[in-house]
């Protein structure tokens, strides 16, 4: 096949851990694939389109990610450390029984990224940064649940904050909605990303190019890398069972980005401007999309 996979027998058993015979179950959609992939689409390997049985248990470690967001949501304010808010993670995390998937990942040292204000992502939570009334600030949340993997982020406005930042919270967020009526299946990722990219550039703003979205369930990062700065009708088609997330970040200024920190984690604006960026995790259905963390 396309994938390097072999091409199985008619009557022999499905790939996909049905149970069912070949015929009777993807021989129709890896015909499809296989058409596809001879007319030069890109298309996921089959390996990482997911089962019925595996997304089953990627919602499971979803709820305690949704769980530790909302836990956040009714607690942070002006006041509180970024320290604390790890700690809130940590605890909240390990009591369901699950592991904060940042802690120890190529050695990041706490549980959850915190970003605020000008920090693009990966800021570290600190004993010495209090959240101030006016800061805008990105809670990342990633959990692994019985080894499956989800991951959300969302923005927190901290007292009274300026109109223009809340301009770039809201315009960050209202860009996943615009990504999600582009996801179609059999359509392209880069249609999420372009519909994004227009999106953010009419409202005055510039897309971050070096990070952006990615495969996601059995491991932190799959493939595909996605972007929010492309082009439509790019990348990979978005075959049924295909998960990934949509992670804009959005710059109130310039697009560029300053990774010279020493800690070798927090990402900044170049121009020192605020950023936003939210982050939800789907799965591709026969009929559209499933939304799997938020
Ligand atoms: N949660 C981030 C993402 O959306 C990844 C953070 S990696 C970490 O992909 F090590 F900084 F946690
Ligand atoms: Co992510």
Redesign the pocket.
């Known amino acids: 096949m396309y994938d390097g996979e072999p091409e199985l027998g008619r009557n022999d058993e499905c790939w996909c851990g049905s149970g069912k015979k070949y015929k009777k179950c993807h021989l129709e959609f890896d015909e499809r694939l296989e058409k596809l992939a001879a007319s030069g689409e890109q298309l996921p390997p089959r390996h990482l389109l997911k089962t019925p049985e595996q997304i089953a248990q990627i919602k499971k470690s979803a709820e305690v990610n949704v769980g530790v967001l909302d836990f956040v949501a009714e607690r942070i304010k002006e006041g509180v450390t970024t320290e604390e808010v790890d700690r809130w993670v940590y605890d909240y995390t390990t009591e369901h029984g699950a592991i904060p998937?940042?802690?120890d990942?190529?050695?990041?040292p706490?549980s959850?990224?915190t970003s605020v204000n000008e920090v693009v992502?990966?800021g570290?939570p600190s004993t010495d940064e209090v959240l101030r009334s006016g800061d805008i600030v990105n809670v990342?949340?990633?959990t692994i649940l019985d080894g499956y993997y989800s991951?959300?982020?969302r923005m927190f406005c901290i007292g009274d904050v300026s109109e223009e930042a809340k301009r770039l919270v809201d315009v960050t967020h209202e860009s996943i909605q615009v990504g999600l009526r582009a996801l179609k299946p059999w359509g392209h990722i880069g249609d999420i990303g372009a519909a994004i990219y227009s999106f953010a550039k009419d409202n005055g703003y510039s897309v971050v190019r070096e990070?952006g979205?990615?495969g996601?369930g059995l491991d932190?990062?799959e493939d595909p890398f996605v972007s929010f700065a492309c082009r439509p009708g790019s990348g990979w088609v978005l075959v049924p069972g295909l998960m990934f997330?949509i992670?804009p970040m959005i710059n109130q200024g310039k697009h560029k980005i300053d990774m010279s920190d020493p800690n070798g984690?927090t990402v900044r604006t170049k121009d020192g401007k605020l950023t936003a960026q939210w982050?939800i995790q789907v799965v591709v259905t026969e009929d559209g999309y499933e939304l799997i963390s938020w």
Do not use: N, R
């Open positions: 998937a940042p802690l990942y190529e050695g990041f706490k959850v990224c992502c990966h570290i990342d949340c990633s991951d959300s982020s990070f979205g990615h996601i932190f990062h997330t992670e984690w982050e």
